[in-house]
């Protein structure tokens, strides 16, 4: 299946549409008839200023016309056609294509029953972990048990006994009672117990709902930017912009006093903000990198809160928890942007050759945050490398996740095993660059870390995270890490799939699932 779809017919079903013409379109987006001709044949890939000012003559936005959205939509179908769910009904992932094109709002509505679905579905484990280890329930259980079993006892009794005399009778009729208050009660406690709110369930949980926020904007959000650069220039004309400098500007503008504690007397976060007392805290165990980053958060909170709502309001965002998680993401995008400006940043990446440990020195940042800053770097008409960017935890959960490369990252279940971004726990600290190729040939470069943060002493436990960030194969000459790879040589390339059960490779020994039969296409 390709991995992105065609973007020439929908210009030319758009523009048949609004009843423009080849030379109209042509003229009113300053390019060639003939090269609308090729671009619309599929015969020119387009990008950038071009696809901004086609998408502005068509009045379409950039993302329908693109293929993004729809490339997306094939990704999450594919990825949930293989859950067993649909083993007696398989789904044919050629089939998918069409259905998209037929019926989008369809798929869509599909997706959103399949998010549903899976949400129940976490749900009920989770239930019966709770109910197989929790003290309480297990107890209350027993309880349950213990009173439906009396009842039952008593009720068996007055069947099978009819004369029974009156005083045993009522003896009976008290127990029956008792038994039955009991058990409603015991009831009662374990509802109360498992009360979760509100008893509907969201269609998609808040974490996707970000990750389609994310996705929609390319990870790139220009009134942040914009705004990141007036208050860098405010805060420090000449462009350091310390920790130092963050902290005048703090005690400064806002009067916020700021402290540095030992780590004992904080979280395990490393900071604290009181309001009342208009107090920052920071741990004296924090890497700089760390308290640089939160100071500068603490001032993108106070004088862009504004911008980020304006943001959220445009979102589209189901639940408040989903905004609340979305404002979260927006607010650490902000003091990246006031950290690292734009222009500066990609320039230095593309001098350095995206080697990311001299932009750490470059910018006095850590792992995480350059990689971070290199996946937003998508203004039109100067833009990065389209990378993707997926967090995963030592038991292989994804915490974060954006792909602009092509890649298809997994969302509903763990990445496949050969991925590097595991293989980069057995040395920590330690850069792991991959090449690998996909069941449809696509050949990526993959470059992980497994990087440790601690924020107190020796009893504080440390977070470890792998952060791994690639592209395609096709932008590898302007990266430092690609250098000694065999990119020439496409059987030396590992070979790799998204997911267990979407993988057709038959001959992989580190399978946890038996392929979906729709990985056949």
């Excluded at 009778?169 to 008792?178: K, M």
């Excluded at 990141?228 to 503008?253: S, W, Y």
């Excluded at 700021?258 to 976060?269: A, G, I, K």
């Amino acid at each position: 299946m390709s991995r992105q779809a065609p973007i020439g017919h929908r210009i030319r079903g758009r523009r048949k549409d609004i009843g423009l013409t080849q030379n109209a379109l042509a003229k009113a987006a300053g390019i060639s008839p003939s090269y609308l001709n090729l671009i619309e044949h599929n015969r020119r890939a387009i990008g950038g200023a071009l696809l901004l000012r086609l998408a502005g003559v068509l009045e379409i936005q950039p993302h329908a016309l693109s293929g993004s959205e729809e490339s997306r939509l094939l990704a999450d179908l594919g990825e949930a056609a293989t859950d067993p769910v649909f083993r007696e009904t398989p789904l044919a992932q050629r089939d998918f294509p069409a259905m998209i094109a037929a019926a989008p709002g369809m798929i869509s509505a599909f997706l959103t029953l399949y998010r549903a679905y899976r949400s129940g579905l976490e749900e009920i484990n989770n239930l019966s972990e709770r109910l197989s280890h929790d003290p309480f329930l297990a107890e209350a259980s027993h309880s349950i048990l213990t009173r439906i079993t009396s009842i039952r006892t008593v009720a068996e009794i007055f069947d099978d006994y009819d004369d029974l005399p009156a005083e045993q009778r009522a003896r009976f009729n008290a127990t029956l009672v008792r038994e039955s208050q009991r058990l409603a009660e015991s009831a009662t406690e374990i509802f109360n117990f498992l009360e979760r709110g509100d008893a509907g369930r969201p269609a998609a949980s808040p974490a996707e709902e970000v990750d389609d926020l994310l996705y929609d904007n390319a990870n790139h959000f220009p009134t942040l930017e914009e705004r990141a650069e007036n208050m860098r220039t405010a805060i420090d004309p000449t462009g350091g912009l310390f920790l130092t400098d963050l902290i005048k500007h703090l005690e400064r503008r806002h009067s916020i006093k700021v402290d540095r504690l030992p780590p004992e007397d904080l979280s395990v976060t490393g900071f604290d903000w009181n309001r009342e007392t208009a107090t920052l805290r920071f741990s004296r165990a924090m890497p700089i990198t760390s308290a640089r980053f939160q100071a500068a958060r603490m001032i993108c909170r106070l004088e862009g809160e504004d911008a980020v709502n304006d943001v959220l309001n445009r979102a589209n965002l189901g639940t408040d928890a989903a905004r609340l998680r979305a404002g979260d993401a927006l607010m650490s995008y902000f003091p990246a942007a006031m950290l690292f400006p734009y222009d500066d940043f990609r320039a230095e990446a593309q001098t350095l050759r995206h080697d990311i440990e001299l932009l750490q020195q470059r910018f006095a940042a850590s792992w995480e945050q350059i990689c971070h800053r290199l996946t937003t770097l998508r203004r039109p008409g100067n833009e990065g490398i389209p990378f993707h960017f997926m967090r995963t935890d030592i038991a292989g959960n994804i915490s974060k996740r954006f792909s602009a490369s092509g890649l298809q990252l997994p969302r509903y279940s763990g990445a496949c095993p050969r991925w590097v971004v595991h293989e980069a726990y057995l040395t920590p600290e330690r850069v792991i660059p991959q090449f690998v190729r996909l069941p449809d040939d696509s050949e990526y470069l993959f470059i992980a870390r497994a990087v440790r943060t601690g924020r107190g002493g020796y009893r504080v436990p440390q977070s470890v995270h792998s952060v791994m960030i690639g592209c395609d194969t096709a932008f590898a000459r302007d990266i430092v890490y690609a250098d000694g790879l065999p990119l020439d040589t496409p059987q030396a390339a590992v070979p790799v799939g998204i997911g267990c059960r979407q993988c057709p490779r038959a001959d992989c020994l580190q399978r946890a699932y038996a392929a979906s039969d729709t990985t056949n296409p």
